[in-house]
């Protein structure tokens, strides 16, 4: 119970917390909405399937933010210990997003394996850049209270996730704009989705400990 209380006993920055919660929501949808449309303009798996990953770290970091906001309740009687707890089931479900994205990139990449087909790689390395930018600076934002809370650790890995994802996908762009070597799209995916499962370990096991 002390490792509990220790992962929740900064709750007096929790409006910073939240200003970057919103500023981390707002910044990802727009860029997974300009990814999304040059994926389908440029006919592209790989944008498209980068899109999807970071739609459901969105979605995690809006129940990252409504935790929070249930930290913020009073207790009742049906809820004597309050919703303060909230925070570490929705650390757990972020890890089980993380894992389910982990098994997306592993099955889109295998099938890019079995039939590649040819990209622009320009166009796809230039969109990935943005994307670093992005997800770098909205894991900045969670970076200083990440070892104070499993659920902002849980939000700092998923956008630290999605950086690593979208320097593959620049690398894998610039590779194949002067190779033509379409092959190196799922094989930087599958090296990502190792990367991904390897730092989600450790949230899943801190955050299913606590919440028994």
Known sequence: MGHYHDHNHHTP???NINRAFIWGI??????VIVEAGAGLYLNSLA???DAGHNLSDVVSLILALLAFHLMKAKASVNYTYGYKKSTVLVSLLNAIILLVAVGVIFSESIEKLKNPQPIEGNAIAWVAGIGIFINA????????DRKHDLNIKGAYLHMAADTLVSVGV???GIIIQYTDWYMID??????VAIVILISTWNLLHDSLRLSL
């Open 137 to 144: 600076f909205t894991a900045w934002l969670f970076f200083k």
């Open 170 to 172: 620049l690398i894998s």
């Open 47 to 49: 944008l498209l399937s």
């Open 186 to 191: 799922p094989i930087i995916g599958l090296v």
């Open 26 to 31: 707002g910044l990802n949808l727009a860029f």
């Open 13 to 15: 920055h929790i409006e």
